[in-house]
């Protein structure tokens, strides 16, 4: 599929070799496209970004998401699948929607989109290496569109996310839950003095 991950931070530059190494193709959208000379893949502004793309991902500051990625209107995204893996906090990492999440927002100001939540439970580190923690750990998916699911399983695959691994938490109301999970996040990272660390669903 042909990837667009909106933003060019950590997690464009740890994602993009793995969906490359699994045949996907990558463009990455930037605010300052001129500024990446050196990038393993191409860089433009976002509306040639999403036009292109098959699939896009959100990979900007949570808090900043809505604004961003509305700026070139909704109808660029209809019918394409949005993989938020965003968390939006502000610089005391409080939440900035407590009592509803930025995915919904984001399908509230992107109304023809597919957004799926995944990817926003864990260091992006780990998220792309399951080696790190040992191989083991769990993503979840939450999304009101199936297709988008499906699609989003196989983004998950390539970073090596067996079907096992991934918990399908149901609509997309249930990214409260996983982005609530950031505080929990935060506060297991200061208890064990490091990021690198994930969840496991035992049953
Ligand atoms: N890092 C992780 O381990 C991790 C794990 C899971 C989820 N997440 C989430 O994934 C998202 C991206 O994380 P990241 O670590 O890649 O962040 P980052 O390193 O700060 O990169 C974010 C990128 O977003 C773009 N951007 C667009 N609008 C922006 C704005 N108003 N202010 C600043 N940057 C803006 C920038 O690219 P241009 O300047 O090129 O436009 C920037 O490089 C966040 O929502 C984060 O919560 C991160």
Do not use: C
């Not at 070799?17 to 500024?35: I, N």
């Not at 995944?118 to 780990?126: F, G, P, S, Y």
């Not at 083991?136 to 699609?151: I, L, M, N, P």
């Amino acid at each position: 599929m042909h990837i667009a991950i909106i933003g060019t931070g950590n997690v464009a530059r740890i994602l993009t070799p793995k969906l490359l190494e699994a045949g996907h193709e990558v463009t990455l959208a930037s605010r300052h496209p001129g500024d990446h000379q050196d990038s393993l893949v191409p860089v433009v502004g976002l509306r040639d970004a999403v036009d292109a793309a098959d699939v896009v991902v959100n990979a900007t500051p949570g808090r900043n998401s809505v604004e961003e990625l509305s700026s070139i209107g909704p109808a660029a995204y209809a019918g394409k699948t949005l993989i938020d893996v965003g968390n939006a906090v502000d610089d005391s990492w409080e939440l900035v929607y407590p009592h509803t999440s930025l995915a919904e927002e984001l399908q509230q100001a992107l109304p023809d989109a597919h957004i799926v939540k995944t990817l926003n439970t864990a260091a992006i580190t780990v998220l792309a290496d399951r080696s790190l923690v040992g191989g083991g750990g769990t993503v979840f998916v939450s999304s009101d569109h199936e297709g988008a699911k499906a699609t989003t399983r196989e983004f998950l695959a390539a970073l090596g996310w067996d079907a096992d691994s991934v918990i399908d938490l149901g609509g997309l109301l249930s990214a409260r839950g996983a982005e609530h999970y950031f505080l929990m996040f935060a506060a297991v990272m200061r208890g064990i003095g490091t990021p690198t660390f994930n969840i496991q669903i035992v049953r």
